[in-house]
């Protein structure tokens, strides 16, 4: 009896124990060893040399770097708000039963399946100035066509556009979701109240969204820190590196030019900001939960 | 259901979703004509003559269908895999006692807060130690790794009544029988948003083949397609390429309408992590 017990309390370990294994040789390990490279100056293929806090205090000093954080930013001030805001106004548009609003509702989900190389090349000849199809309708009343792609001015807010069209299902769907979950009594007692479309918007439909919000702004944030094809495909990170997002120069410092412990810095210093996202939401949606 | 939407909100929405589509009729426009008349002006795609000469050329011995079988085999694989794990590794926690239980799974749990950045480096630094770069196990398996899918299926696990493994187990069966015979069929559903879930990130994903798979052999679709896409300027024409890309969406759009509910529940699921 005893024997048998003692095996079936390890027995557990046989149904975890395959995900585990591939859990630590492919995630927790490599985020370790990434942590250690990242104070080494190693190349792609093999060998370290310990330099400390030798990478970290390049990247300090280095205006390239600067300037792709600066980017990353700005791409993701750009992208947030306005996703958050038009997917918002969209599932309160949306948020019906009837055939139209399931009919819409798929096809602003529709860009979401495709991936980023199909997304790129379909507005790579929207926005390309001899061919696009915002050129032909620039040209059709008599405008100049515009250089989205290679004015340094004009690229940043091109990626912009290219993923809000891309990206803008998931956070419709939350807030579609969101809305299903709001008690409808709550709504009965306003229009006892008297209250009007307005009112009631502001008063019981955006205060119950305010979890929905938190997690959408943060997961969109989290992923446009990440933000990499579109920019490498559309812009290459040019003119001058105008539109070079952080996580295209840490692809271009491995891959071009195979400075390995140089590029997993600049990759642990975005993790860290990435995960002061994360804390952030948990720690506004335990306190959105409070109240 | 309740507000109702007023007609100018109607107009709004309408206007939007022709932004929306309007990218994707003009790709399948542009696939439709001629490569000759494109280049002299890209406006003749609104008009006739239309052709489906580009198709022809895909169908006609191009890499395209060598990286669709590809993906189809590495996402497959990937799915498959998954699902697997995650069956397992979720009945396991939702069900077992065993030693340091809650620790390893707020230890799996954690590992939802690792962005594929901070990884990816070390990574490919591995998988050439061990040589696995342009193969089938070396796109397949960091695909494996995530803890979604075992968060999600341990909440499902937990979600099912008691009363039924406890029945099996007094019928004198094991743990695995109970575990297959009786569990598994009651999770289908959730198999289906895992396995679709999984299914469109991994046909979908560009940074991993991108760096691992640098033959043009062993491309993915989507990798295929960005390397076409940067030597343009060399190769067939605006039509040939944007044939490639509607060509290359057809798969995923055949997936995303037959399986549109379970990819919607997919996508909110694993945002509500």
């Given amino acids: ?291 | 259901m309740r507000a109702r939407v007023s007609p100018l909100a109607w107009i709004a929405v309408a206007l939007g979703a022709a932004i929306v589509v309007a990218p994707l009729l003009w790709t399948v426009l542009l696939s439709l004509k001629a490569n000759s008349e494109l280049m002299r002006d890209s406006g003749t795609a609104f008009s006739a003559p239309y052709t489906l000469e580009n198709y022809h050329s895909i169908l006609n011995g191009n890499m395209v269908f060598r990286w669709l079988l590809n993906s189809v085999i590495v996402s497959t694989g990937t799915t498959l895999g998954v699902l697997a794990l995650c069956s397992l590794a979720g009945y396991g926690f939702a069900r077992l006692e065993f030693p340091f239980r809650r620790t390893l799974f707020v230890f799996v749990l954690l590992g939802l807060a690792i962005p594929e950045q901070a990884v990816i480096l070390p990574q490919h630094r591995l998988f050439a130690d061990l040589g696995l770069h342009n193969s089938y196990p070396g796109l397949i398996l960091p695909g494996l790794a995530g803890p979604f899918g075992v968060f999600f299926m341990t909440q499902y696990f937990r979600g099912i009544p008691r009363d039924l493994d406890e029945a099996a187990m007094l019928d004198g069966a094991s743990r695995l029988t109970t575990f297959w015979k009786v569990l598994l069929p009651l999770t289908m559903p959730a198999q289906a948003t895992l396995g679709v879930f999984t299914f469109l990130a991994s046909w979908n994903s560009y940074w991993w083949p991108l760096i691992s798979a640098t033959r043009g052999n062993m491309f993915t679709l989507t990798v295929g397609l960005a390397s076409a896409q940067m030597n343009y300027a060399q190769t067939s024409g605006l039509g040939f390429l944007m044939a490639q890309a509607v060509f290359a969406s057809i798969p995923i759009f055949i997936v995303y309408i037959l399986f549109q509910k379970h990819i919607v529940r997919a996508m909110s699921g694993a945002a509500v992590r």
Avoid at chain 1, 81 to 96: C, V
Avoid at chain 1, 260 to 272: H, I, N, R
């Fill in chain 1, 1 to 291: 009896m005893s024997a048998a017990t003692a095996r079936g309390r390890w027995a557990g370990f046989a149904f975890v124990g395959p995900f585990l294994f591939f859990y630590v040789t492919l995630l927790i390990y490599p985020l370790f060893r990434g942590i250690l490279i990242s104070f080494q100056r190693a190349d792609l293929f093999g060998g370290g040399r310990w330099v400390g806090i030798g990478n970290y205090s390049r990247l300090v000093a280095d205006p390239i770097f600067h300037q792709a954080l600066m980017n990353t930013f700005k791409l993701t001030l750009m992208i947030v708000p306005a996703l958050t805001l038009i997917a918002l106004a969209l599932a309160l548009a949306l948020n019906s039963s009837s055939r139209t609003a399931g009919l819409f509702r798929g096809l602003f989900f529709a860009p979401s399946v495709l991936s980023v190389t199909i997304v790129t090349l379909i507005w790579r000849f929207i926005l390309t100035p001899d061919a696009g199809l915002v050129a032909l309708g620039a040209r059709a009343v008599g405008a100049e066509p515009i250089p989205f792609l290679s004015d340094p001015n004009l690229t940043i807010p091109a990626l912009a556009i290219t993923t809000i069209w891309w990206s803008l299902g998931l956070p419709m769907m939350l807030f579609l979701a969101g809305l299903q979950q709001i008690p409808g009594d709550i709504y009965e007692a306003a229009a006892l109240d008297g209250a009007g479309r307005w009112t009631t918007l502001r008063r019981v439909t955006l205060p119950s969204l305010r979890r929905t919000v938190i997690l959408v702004i943060m997961l969109q944030t989290a992923a446009q820190l990440q933000l990499f094809g579109q920019a490498q495909l559309l812009t290459a990170g040019g003119p001058s590196g105008s539109s070079r997002p952080v996580v295209l120069l840490i692809y271009e410092i491995a891959f071009g030019r195979w400075e390995l412990g140089y590029a997993a810095s600049a990759a642990e210093v975005l993790f860290v900001l990435i995960l002061a996202v994360t804390f952030v939401q948990y720690w506004t949606a335990g306190r959105a939960e409070e109240r």
